[in-house]
């Protein structure tokens, strides 16, 4: 009867549903049911294994979507377990962090360098400039006048050097190219 069949429709959402460890689509595992029950039914029709073309005849399934249902993981683990039977590592040991730390600091380095780089173009007045006001060997940026204090020249000099290496960087197409990429 019609009751018959949306209570078994709902039992097959549940399992579908709560039966694994790890959720797949209901379309996923509908497709997977129809697999299974093409090839039950064509291995009793024939008498033999079905070939993957009459399985993908009878299911609709085009061969790349029959391929992904078969490499679906039918079986978890746990991240707990050891990574083989003579190892104390566990399988999370193993498992890549989502840290990226390390790639940050690659890439903090890369710009460190280019930096420097982009530095040795300026005269040593207009690198210690940009250093002080800027703070680009690691310490606070300073204002005008205490940038200016500290290499005891006026405001208006810092000021004109600053300017002119900024200038100086914005015209090299190294640096904005090294910018734009950034």
Same mark, same amino acid.
């Given at each position: 009867?019609?009751?018959?069949?949306?209570?078994?429709?709902?039992?097959?959402?549940?399992?579908?549903?709560?039966?694994?460890?790890?959720? !797949?689509?209901?379309?996923?595992?509908? #497709? $997977?049911?129809? +697999?299974?029950?093409? /090839? %039950?039914? =064509?291995?009793?029709?024939?008498?033999?294994?079905?070939?993957?073309?009459?399985?993908?005849?009878?299911?609709? !399934?085009?061969?790349?979507?029959?391929? #992904? $249902?078969?490499? +679906?993981?039918?079986? /978890? %683990?746990? =991240?707990?377990?050891?990574?083989?039977?003579?190892?104390?590592?566990?399988?999370?040991?193993?498992?890549?962090?989502?840290?990226?730390?390390?790639?940050?600091?690659?890439?903090?380095?890369?710009?460190?360098?280019?930096?420097?780089?982009?530095?040795?173009?300026?005269?040593?007045?207009?690198?210690?400039?940009?250093?002080?006001?800027?703070?680009?060997?690691?310490?606070?940026?300073?204002?005008?006048?205490?940038?200016?204090?500290?290499?005891?020249?006026?405001?208006?000099?810092?000021?004109?050097?600053?300017?002119?290496?900024?200038?100086?960087?914005?015209?090299?197409?190294?640096?904005?190219?090294?910018?734009?990429?950034?």
């Amino acid at each position: 009867t019609y009751a018959t069949w949306w209570i078994r429709q709902s039992l097959q959402r549940a399992v579908q549903q709560h039966g694994r460890t790890i959720r !797949i689509p209901l379309e996923v595992g509908e #497709q $997977l049911q129809r +697999l299974e029950a093409a /090839t %039950a039914e =064509l291995t009793s029709l024939f008498g033999r294994r079905p070939t993957d073309d009459e399985i993908l005849e009878a299911t609709g !399934i085009n061969r790349t979507q029959r391929l #992904q $249902l078969e490499n +679906l993981p039918s079986v /978890t %683990a746990s =991240l707990d377990q050891p990574a083989s039977s003579d190892s104390t590592t566990t399988l999370g040991e193993l498992v890549g962090s989502n840290d990226d730390s390390w790639i940050e600091g690659i890439e903090r380095n890369m710009m460190h360098e280019q930096l420097k780089g982009a530095l040795n173009q300026l005269t040593d007045l207009q690198r210690d400039v940009l250093n002080f006001r800027y703070g680009l060997n690691g310490g606070t940026p300073l204002s005008l006048q205490a940038t200016a204090q500290k290499m005891d020249i006026g405001v208006r000099r810092v000021r004109r050097a600053e300017e002119e290496a900024l200038e100086i960087l914005r015209e090299d197409p190294e640096v904005l190219s090294q910018h734009e990429n950034a």
